[in-house]
Structure formats: C-alpha cells, structure tokens
C-alpha cells in the first residue's frame, strides 16, 4: 500500500481540517464541557431528568414534535396525491401557495396563528357572535400544534408529489385487476412507492419541529418547548450549565432520529430551518 | 376448467375529458376461448378499447360491455375478474417474484397452502422456478414478462387482456415469449384479446385479427382473411406490403399502364370504372419479356438472405416492389419483365388524382 496519494492530499485537507475544527467540534466539545462544569458537574447531564421543568419540556417538545410529523405526513399524502392525480382550474396556483410558509420565519408563523386562535383572533370572535364563548387556542398545546404543521406540510406534501408523479399507473391498475380494493391498493403499491420520501420528509419534519424556536417563542405562555427552555436558562437564569446539557440532548435526540431515518430509506437527509 | 367467458361489446365509444374522440362506437362480438387481436397504428384506440373492456375505463353513455350474459358495464376492474399483463410489467417492486405472483390470490383470502399450490404452478408453467425468490429489481425484461402472465393468470382470469407486452423486448425475445404465449394460450383455452401494432405478431398470435384505423374497426377476420382480401386501401398497406397501379376495369378486364389484365373466373363488370390495382411483391414472378405484363428497370435490390427484394422503376407512379428467391443476383439497372398471379389480384375503387 501506497501512501503517496494520501500525503498529496494532506495540504488539500487542512482547510477543510481547520474549519471542521473551527466551525464545529470546537463550539461542540465546548458546550459538553460547559454542560459538566456548572456547580453541579457532571450531574447537570442528570438535571433534565431531577428538574421538572426540564423533562416535562423534553418530553412536551417529544409529543408535539412526534404528532406534528404524523399529522402533516397523513394530511400530505391524500393532499398531495389528489393534487398529482387532479387537474382543476387553479391547481397550479394552489400548489404555488402550498409552498409559502417555506418562505415565513417561525416569528410570522406564530403571529398567524396568533391571528387565527389568539384574544383577538378570528376564530374568537367568529365563536363569539356564534355561541357567546370566545374560543382561544393559539398559547396552548393547540397553537404550537396548528403552526408546527402550517411549516411542516409544505416540505412533506412537496416530497409526496415529487414521488407520486414518478409513481407508474400501471402499478395500480394491476393491483385493481388482481381484485385488489382502493384501501389495498394504497397500502400495497402507493405507500411503498411513498416510503422512502415519506420517512425522509417526516425526520426533517421532526428535526425542524424539535428545534423550531420563533413560532414558539411567539405563542408559548403556558407551555415550554425544549428550545424555549434552553433559552429561558440561559438568558433569565443565568444557568449556562443546564443550557448547555439540554442543547446536548436536543442535538442528540435530533439528530438520532435523522440518523436512524437515514438508515432506513438509504437516502440521504439533512435537516433544516 | 370452467366454462370460458363470451366477451360482447355493444356501441362502446370514447370521448375523453379533453374532448379527445378516441373511439366511435364500436361493436365487438368475441367468443370464448378465442384469441382476438387488436391491430393498428399507434393512436387507432387499441388500448383504449382494451380498457374499456378491462373496466379500467368507462365507455361513454350508451356503450355496454357483456361477460357472457352479464352486464358488467357498471363494474369496476377489481370486480371484472380480468387478467391484464402490461407493456411496462408493472410488478410490484416491492414484492418478490412469489409474491407478486400470489398477489391476486392474497388479495381474494385463499389459504397460505392454496397460494403456495397456485404459485408453484404457476412458476412451473412459466419456467421460471428459479427465479422464485428473486426480487422484481433482478429480473431481465423477458423473465419479467414471464412473472407478469403468470401473476395475471393465477387468479384465473375470466378475461386475459394484453396490451402490447412483447413491445418493450428485442427481437430475438419477442418471437421467443409469442410462441411460448401462443402455447400458452391454446393450453388454457382462455379468452384473451391481445393489443399490439406489429402485425407479424398478430398473424401468429391470432384466432381473429381485428383491425383498426382512427377509433373505428377497419376490418375483422382470420389472419388469412385479413391477408388476402383486404376489405379498404387502410387495410391492404397496413397489412403486409403493398403494390398499388391506376387502372380502368372494363367487359373484359383492368387496363393498366397498357396492359389487358384478365379477370378472376366468375367476375362480371357492368360499366367502365377507375380502380386501384393492388397485388402483393409474392405474387409477382420475373418472366422472360415477351411474356411479361410489364416491363421495369431494377432500381434497387435488397439481398434478404432468403429471398430478394427489387424495386422496379417504369410500371407505375411509384415503384413496385417484388420478391425473388435469392439465387441469381439481379443487377441494378436491369430491364426486367414481370407478371401478376391472378390469384394475388386485389380491386379497390379508385382512389381520385
Ligand atoms: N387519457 C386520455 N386523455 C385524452 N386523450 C387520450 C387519453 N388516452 C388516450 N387518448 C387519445 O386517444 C387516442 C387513442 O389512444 P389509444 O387508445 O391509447 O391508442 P393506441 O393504444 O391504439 O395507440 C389517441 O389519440 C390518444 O392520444
Ligand atoms: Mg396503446
């Protein structure tokens, strides 16, 4: 074996080491660090499970974030497979639309739902002039819920459409002509032709829900996700070495679940927002 | 084996959602057990008439499409209990060759045991034991063919329908997979209609080729038939090849380019009319000139291996096309002189100049 190649290639490596470095385990290994070296030690990596308010936060974020990515994967199958097997007038527009909040930071996601659910909102006062009660939801469970998938569906509903157009037809109609009912087919031919951009859009759709920050930011008053709390601790409390531990455990679980998603469907997954 | 399935199609037209006539109303009377093809040019409403029996499309209001005494122009697919092997295969990717062949028997609740049964018979009958285990992704297109006949026949189609599935193949393979088809076929005793444009695999396919040109049925009958008396000028060209001359039928023959054709035996002419002549390169023979019809000057000779073709230049607008047996090469330039089998004679009225 040669190693010639390999020592060409070092000063090609540098750079690449250098920012690596930089960039990346440098901030990584000194957010571990600073997560053990709190007045606690080590036990600060204990705290998010002694510390109510630590878990309870962990396992909100865990529940939003799992039900976020169900809901939107369901809704934007049978969205996105009406859109690729319909033409209506208008279909062109709405599948340019379906792709806007893409372009909201969580700030103005958070701001509509507020619009929609909030003291003022439309819903309030539509339930108001209806039954006298004002309908509020927009700071609870409910408001993060509704502006977690307004962001989500997007980024799903474009990968189903991608995959269902590539889906051949003739699939399914030898699926029909072998007996096979609407349910069967879909759960035989069109969710298997699905899979694989349905585990990759749904792990982006966790990622980006367990680290989303703006829209919650923007709503929460009654309950804490993960982000907030991380931010909580460190900007009002001071407690870096809890910020810091959390953040750990939010990449952690985050980036698992890419992972294990990634080895499932082969492609590749990055997350985003 | 059941009794097998009489296909009647009654004034089944198409017009699809874009306004498309892709189908006048057509009548169609199949018999059970018969193979019948649909033959045309890309575009003719083959597959769309194929659908329309399948239940994968609906004919427009009024057309009805019986299974023996049943109306099941209501039905969907699934309910039809037809056999449909696709161009592009459509196995399910997703599913082993075993798989993908009990699919029809999974889906209609037969026991593990009948499936495994079925599956093994199938695979037996297709010759393709072997490749049991495999997955869709390993197949080469020919095996893949094989997998599909044998997952739409499994279910005991009452109806096989094929739309184009020897197409996507090379040459060496079609012929190959249409005789193992054709074989197939005869030993079921299934009714099966058979869409495909290449005419040399309808002939050998065929109990019944049914021809059709622009939605509509230019002409039904044997491949015989079909060959020899063409009924319409579309059916004469698309048919084999083609010799076509100008010519002027009288009391006692077809002048032609200054040649008395005789008529066939028993064929009386009333008046004077304008015909078009078409006789087929077979029936053509070189003779020696003072007995010849015509006389043309070889353009071009194509060596076939078997035979010869020549085109002859001089006889008509166009060239004519004839076929000699290969022995002697013929040079071109060549004068040489031809005549028609009375037998391979075919009449249409007169196309106007
Ligand atoms: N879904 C459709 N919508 C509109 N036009 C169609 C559709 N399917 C087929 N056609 C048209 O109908 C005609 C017949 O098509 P088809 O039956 O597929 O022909 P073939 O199988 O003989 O090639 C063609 O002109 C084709 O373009
Ligand atoms: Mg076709």
């Given at each position: 074996?040669?190693?010639?190649?390999?020592?060409?290639?070092?000063?090609?490596?540098?750079?690449?080491?250098?920012?690596?470095?930089?960039?990346?385990?440098?901030?990584?290994?000194k957010?571990?660090?600073v997560?053990?070296?709190?007045?606690?030690?080590?036990?600060?990596?204990?705290?998010?499970?002694?510390?109510?308010?630590h878990?309870?936060?962990?396992?909100?974020t865990?529940?939003?974030?799992?039900?976020?990515t169900?809901?939107?994967l369901?809704?934007?199958?049978?969205?996105?497979?009406?859109l690729?097997?319909?033409l209506?007038?208008g279909?062109?527009?709405?599948?340019?639309?379906?792709?806007?909040?893409?372009?909201?930071p969580?700030?103005?996601?958070?701001?509509?739902v507020?619009?929609?659910?909030?003291?003022?909102?439309?819903?309030?006062?539509?339930?108001?002039?209806?039954t006298?009660?004002?309908?509020v939801?927009?700071?609870?469970?409910?408001?993060?819920?509704?502006?977690?998938?307004?962001?989500s569906i997007?980024?799903?509903?474009?990968t189903?459409?991608?995959?269902?157009?590539?889906?051949?037809?003739?699939?399914?109609?030898?699926?029909r002509?072998?007996g096979a009912?609407?349910?069967?087919?879909?759960?035989?031919?069109?969710?298997?032709?699905?899979?694989?951009?349905?585990?990759?859009?749904?792990?982006?759709?966790?990622?980006?829900?367990m680290?989303?920050?703006?829209?919650?930011?923007t709503?929460?008053t009654?309950?804490?996700?993960l982000?907030?709390?991380?931010?909580?601790?460190?900007?009002?409390?001071a407690?870096?070495?809890?910020?810091?531990?959390?953040?750990?455990?939010l990449?952690?679980?985050?980036?698992?679940?890419?992972?294990v998603?990634?080895?499932?469907?082969?492609?590749?997954?990055?997350?985003?927002? | 084996m059941?009794?097998?399935?009489?296909?009647?199609?009654?004034?089944c037209?198409?017009?699809?959602?874009d306004?498309?006539?892709a189908?006048?109303?057509?009548?169609?009377?199949?018999?059970?057990g018969?193979?019948v093809?649909?033959?045309?040019p890309?575009?003719?409403?083959?597959?769309?008439?194929?659908?329309i029996?399948?239940?994968?499309?609906?004919a427009?209001?009024?057309?009805?499409?019986?299974?023996?005494?049943?109306?099941?122009?209501?039905?969907?697919?699934?309910?039809?209990?037809?056999g449909?092997?696709?161009?592009?295969?459509?196995?399910?990717?997703?599913?082993?060759?075993?798989?993908?062949?009990?699919?029809?028997?999974?889906?209609?609740?037969?026991?593990?045991?009948?499936r495994?049964?079925?599956?093994?018979?199938?695979?037996?009958?297709?010759?393709?034991?072997?490749l049991?285990?495999?997955?869709?992704?390993?197949?080469?297109?020919?095996?893949?063919?094989?997998?599909?006949?044998?997952?739409?026949?499994?279910v005991?189609?009452?109806v096989?329908?094929?739309?184009?599935?020897?197409?996507a193949?090379d040459?060496?393979?079609?012929?190959?997979l249409?005789?193992?088809i054709?074989?197939?076929?005869?030993?079921?005793?299934?009714?099966?209609?058979?869409?495909?444009?290449?005419?040399?695999?309808?002939?050998?396919l065929?109990?019944?080729?049914v021809?059709?040109?622009?939605?509509?049925?230019?002409?039904?009958?044997?491949?015989r038939?079909?060959?020899?008396n063409?009924?319409?000028?579309?059916?004469?060209?698309?048919?084999?090849?083609?010799?076509?001359?100008?010519?002027?039928?009288?009391?006692?023959?077809v002048?032609?380019q200054g040649?008395?054709?005789?008529?066939?035996?028993?064929?009386t002419v009333?008046a004077?009319?304008?015909?078009?002549?078409?006789?087929?390169?077979?029936?053509?023979r070189?003779?020696?000139?003072?007995?010849?019809q015509f006389?043309?000057?070889?353009?071009?000779?194509?060596?076939?291996?078997?035979?010869?073709?020549l085109l002859l230049?001089g006889?008509?607008?166009?060239?004519v096309?004839?076929?000699?047996?290969?022995?002697?090469?013929i040079?071109?330039?060549t004068?040489v002189?031809?005549?028609?089998?009375?037998?391979?004679?075919?009449m249409?009225?007169?196309?106007?100049?």
């Open positions: 074996m040669s190693h010639t190649p390999f020592l060409r290639l070092m000063p090609m490596l540098i750079p690449a080491g250098i920012t690596f470095i930089a960039f990346f385990l440098l901030p990584m290994v957010l571990a660090v997560g053990a070296t709190g007045d606690a030690g080590l036990a600060a990596y204990a705290s998010i499970l002694t510390t109510p308010r878990w309870e936060s962990l396992i909100a865990l529940i939003l974030s799992i039900s976020v169900a809901v939107a369901m809704i934007s199958t049978l969205a996105g497979l009406f690729v097997r319909n209506f007038p279909r062109e527009v709405l599948v340019a639309m379906l792709t806007f909040p893409l372009a909201f969580g700030v103005v996601i958070g701001f509509l507020i619009l929609l659910g909030g003291r003022q909102g439309l819903v309030g006062e539509i339930s108001q002039a209806l006298g009660d004002k309908v939801f927009a700071y609870s469970m409910t408001g993060l819920f509704i502006g977690y998938l307004y962001f997007p980024r799903v509903i474009l189903i459409m991608a995959a269902a157009e590539k889906l051949d037809p003739a699939l399914e109609e030898a699926a002509s072998l009912s609407t349910w069967r087919v879909l759960v035989d031919v069109i969710l298997p032709a699905l899979k694989p951009g349905l585990i990759a859009s749904g792990a982006i759709c966790f990622a980006t829900s680290g989303a920050f703006g829209t919650a930011f709503l929460a009654q309950i804490d996700v982000p907030m709390t991380i931010y909580t601790e460190f900007t009002l409390n407690n870096i070495a809890g910020a810091a531990t959390l953040s750990i455990v990449g952690l679980v985050t980036w698992l679940a890419l992972f998603a990634r080895s499932l469907s082969g492609a590749t997954v990055a997350a985003s927002g | 059941s009794e097998s399935t009489a296909v009647h199609i009654r004034q037209a198409k017009t699809f959602a306004g498309t006539r189908l006048a109303p057509v009548d169609l009377e199949i018999a059970g018969e193979t093809v649909l033959l045309g890309s575009g003719c409403g083959k597959t769309t008439l194929l659908r029996i399948a239940g994968l499309e609906t427009d209001a009024g057309g009805q499409v019986l299974f023996n005494a049943q109306d099941v122009t209501a039905l969907p697919v699934e309910k039809r209990n037809v449909m092997v696709f161009q592009s295969y459509a196995l399910f990717p997703n599913m082993s060759v075993r798989e993908n062949i009990a699919y029809g028997l999974r889906v209609r609740k037969h026991t593990r045991s009948q495994a049964q079925r599956v093994a018979e199938m695979l037996s009958m297709m010759h393709i034991n072997e049991a285990d495999r997955a869709v992704s390993q197949l080469s297109g020919g095996q893949r063919q094989r997998v599909a006949l044998a997952r739409a026949i499994a005991r189609p009452r096989l329908l094929l739309d184009e599935p020897l197409t193949l040459a060496l393979l079609r012929e190959r249409r005789i193992e054709d074989s197939l076929l005869r030993s079921l005793g299934i009714t099966a209609i058979y869409v495909t444009h290449d005419q040399a695999e309808a002939m050998a065929a109990d019944r080729i021809v059709m040109s622009q939605g509509r049925i230019a002409q039904q009958g044997t491949p038939d079909v060959y020899q063409p009924q319409n000028p579309f059916v004469a060209d698309f048919i084999g090849t083609v010799n076509r001359l100008r010519g002027t039928l009288t009391e006692h023959g002048h032609a040649t008395l054709l005789p008529l066939g035996k028993g064929l009333s004077t009319k304008e015909v078009d002549l078409l006789f087929r390169p077979e029936d053509m070189i003779v020696p000139a003072e007995e010849a006389i043309g000057t070889v353009s071009s000779a194509f060596y076939l291996g078997d035979r010869t073709r230049a006889i008509g607008d166009a060239p096309m004839v076929e000699v047996s290969a022995r002697e090469p040079a071109r330039g004068e002189g031809v005549s028609i089998d009375p037998q391979g004679l075919m249409m009225p007169g196309t106007p100049s």
